[in-house]
């Protein structure tokens, strides 16, 4: 710098002429200026000092001070609002969140005020910090899904239980489980967390629950419960106060002269997100799908099974075979005007319902405001078997002594009214609007029903095509569902029935809310290794996306192991679904498939059947050649069937004892060799 001045001085000596107007040292001289100038105004640009409603913070270049949403503490939110009892619940189907729903209610009835959590919504690492609330209690209601996995919501919870080795002494807890025992890992969550909770020190106030939704899983849930409350005041060393709670969750508005500027219509969260549509698509924000084809596959009898398929283009969805299609239906519009006459209510009333509970991060029940058309229409189930703690709310309207008594018998603990409850709800399978017709004095306010009545579920269907063929559209195989109930009327599929009127008609194509699950049921990642598929009925869907799979390996001059198939049905002349292409594909060598048509003949033959003859066969794929063996159907029967026959021929052909080939067939499951995609 130095140099360049003495430069710049002897250059200005030398000048003889006029001078221009900036000299050389003059720009040597500003171009220093400017470096000062910008380096004192960015000298704190690594520490900024900012405002934000009178309050300063810094962002450092190495550590995160910027404060992270408190609204995730339970542990705040339990303090702030004097209460010492939260409920987690882990819930597919809403099932598992209406049980906490009403632990937390009761809890008031044993000076226990409760709130309901969800775990993905909870810093769950703050389990530590519960015992510094006097006489706390956290209970689980988790649902068991799919493969024994947890629920969506409860996956981190059930992972960070898992990985870690928390400290968890001084934590009363208990746990109820919900799942089926028809599926091969029945209440496997709740059964896990139960002992890994106790194993990290904490303390098991009650038993664990377990409620099998196969059987009667309401029944299960009160039984266990009538047990726990005791248990609790017993650990706590409280009493009941003897007191029935009937406290509102929620409280009505209804717009009676004004429209709200936020109206839902039956989006499932983001207003407008029907008609603007945006990825990416999920459970919250479903694609609204065209159905290009809806064609019956039945060639006969009185029964009915669609195939259909909607296009994803332009949504980047993508699925494989073996996904899960999820459509969100709507109730039928006859039921929904008759709860509208029932409870004599203008169904085009907007309203809303707001949760009394501040604390709650669940401010309504469902998409709100929006008109009691809509709540009974996209929001609410009402096709379902109303549960006892509905039937105990709706005994506060009846007029009628005879009816109310019913009512209050068929909601009690007490073994003639659970047997009652039984015959005259589950046996008679009666719905809301069938209770409500069946006992004329009832008359609840629509808006308490709104409240009472689960939120209305996706149905899921096995995807029944490859994406290797069909990347811009996505196949499913449904059977229309109706049937005539004990008291004479006939009940319909809330989803089938509304799928069937769907018809396309030239360009003018219909459209459902969508969107796709992912699912572990998969092809081996090798295509030569052979496979074996156990499908009837409707129980093919998902091999005709892995049939298609390995065609199109096979056409590409791929070598592909043996695919097999076991599919059955009724008649081959009536419900032998996609018998053509299926005709096709043997003939063509891509599959070796064997048939049991039921009723073709006078003496019954099933799947299994077929599979108990060709023990040779199935040894060969699972037993010499690390082969793949897949289920899809019926869980309550024919899945567990099957597993029967696989044992015995495990046994057989690879002579093992009956503990040897029950151990194998676990190591095939865990390898993911055997897998089922099942129902009950």
């Known amino acids: 710098m130095e140099a360049e001045a003495e430069l710049g001085t002897e250059q200005m000596a030398q000048e003889v002429v006029a001078e221009p107007l900036f000299s050389t040292f003059d720009l040597i001289l500003l171009a220093i200026l400017i470096c000062i100038a910008t380096w004192y105004f960015t000298r704190d640009k690594k520490k900024p000092a900012a405002t934000s409603n009178g309050k300063s913070y810094s962002i450092q270049p190495t550590t995160m001070t910027l404060q992270t949403s408190t609204d995730n503490s339970f542990i705040k939110k339990l303090k702030s609002s004097g209460r010492s009892l939260v409920v987690f619940y882990g819930s597919q189907t809403g099932t598992g969140e209406e049980f906490a729903g009403r632990l937390a209610k009761e809890g008031m009835r044993y000076r226990m005020k409760g709130m309901v959590a969800d775990p993905e919504e909870c810093d769950m690492e703050e389990l530590v910090s519960l015992k510094t609330i006097p006489n706390s209690l956290a209970v689980f209601c988790l649902a068991t899904y799919g493969e024994g996995d947890p629920t969506d919501n409860a996956m981190e919870f059930y992972e960070w239980l898992q990985n870690g080795d928390a400290d968890l002494t001084g934590l009363n807890y208990a746990v109820f489980g919900l799942g089926n025992k028809t599926y091969e890992h029945y209440n496997e969550v709740a059964t896990y967390v139960d002992k890994r909770l106790a194993d990290l020190g904490a303390t098991r106030v009650y038993d664990l629950g377990l409620g099998d939704d196969d059987a009667n899983i309401e029944d299960d849930f009160i039984t266990w419960k009538d047990k726990f409350w005791p248990a609790v005041c017993e650990h706590y060393g409280i009493e009941s106060t003897g007191e029935d709670v009937s406290v509102r969750q929620y409280r009505l508005q209804e717009f009676k002269d004004e429209v709200p500027e936020r109206l839902f219509t039956g989006e499932m969260a983001r207003l407008h997100s029907i008609q603007n549509q945006r990825p990416p698509y999920d459970a919250k924000n479903p694609f609204l799908a065209k159905i290009k084809v809806n064609r019956e596959l039945h060639k006969g009898g009185d029964r009915s099974c669609m195939h259909i398929e909607l296009d994803i283009d332009g949504s980047k969805m993508r699925y494989d075979a073996g996904d899960h299609l999820a459509i969100y239906p709507i109730n039928d519009t006859e039921q929904v005007e008759k709860i509208g006459k029932l409870t004599k209510t203008n169904l085009d009333t907007i309203f809303t319902l707001i949760n009394t509970d501040e604390e709650s991060s669940k401010k309504h029940p469902f998409p709100c405001p929006c008109t009691y058309r809509t709540a009974l229409t996209h929001y609410l189930d009402i096709t379902m078997n109303p549960r006892t703690h509905v039937l105990k709310e709706l005994s506060e309207y009846a007029t009628d002594p005879k009816e109310?008594?019913?009512?209050?018998?068929?909601?009690?603990?007490?073994?003639?009214?659970?047997?009652?409850?039984?015959?005259?709800?589950?046996?008679?399978?009666?719905?809301?609007?069938?209770?409500?017709?069946?006992?004329?004095?009832?008359?609840?306010?629509?808006?308490?029903?709104?409240?009472?009545?689960?939120?209305?579920?996706?149905?899921?269907?096995?995807?029944?095509?490859?994406?290797?063929?069909?990347?811009?559209?996505?196949?499913?195989?449904?059977?229309?569902?109706?049937?005539?109930?004990?008291?004479?009327r006939t009940n319909k599929g809330v989803t089938t029935t509304w799928l069937k009127g769907k018809q396309p008609s030239g360009d003018d194509c219909p459209t459902v809310p969508i969107f796709i699950r992912k699912s572990q049921f998969r092809l081996p990642t090798k295509p030569q290794t052979p496979v074996i598929m156990i499908g009837p009925g409707t129980g093919y869907a998902p091999f005709r996306g892995f049939i298609q799979d390995r065609k199109h390996t096979r056409d590409e001059a791929k070598q592909v192991g043996d695919t097999i198939l076991y599919y059955g049905c009724r008649k081959r002349s009536e419900d032998f679904i996609y018998e053509e292409e299926l005709v096709d594909y043997e003939r063509e060598g891509v599959i070796k498939m064997h048939a049991a048509f039921s009723r073709d003949q006078a003496e019954k033959v099933y799947v299994t059947h077929l599979l108990a003859k060709n023990e040779d066969e199935i040894w060969k794929v699972i037993g010499e050649n690390n082969g793949h063996v897949y289920i899809c159907g019926d869980a309550k029967a024919m899945a567990t069937d099957v597993r029967t026959i696989l044992q015995n021929i495990i046994k057989t052909k690879g002579q093992m004892t009956e503990e040897a080939a029950v151990a194998y067939l676990k190591k095939m499951e865990t390898q993911k060799r055997l897998s089922a995609d099942v129902w009950s």
């Open 404 to 488: 109310k008594e019913l009512l209050k018998s068929m909601a009690s603990t007490s073994p003639e009214g659970k047997t009652k409850y039984q015959e005259w709800i589950i046996h008679d399978n009666r719905n809301i609007v069938q209770v409500l017709e069946d006992l004329p004095s009832c008359n609840p306010p629509l808006d308490h029903l709104c409240e009472l009545l689960p939120r209305l579920q996706p149905r899921y269907y096995s995807i029944s095509s490859s994406p290797k063929l069909y990347p811009t559209t996505v196949h499913i195989t449904a059977v229309l569902v109706e049937y005539k109930t004990p008291t004479g």
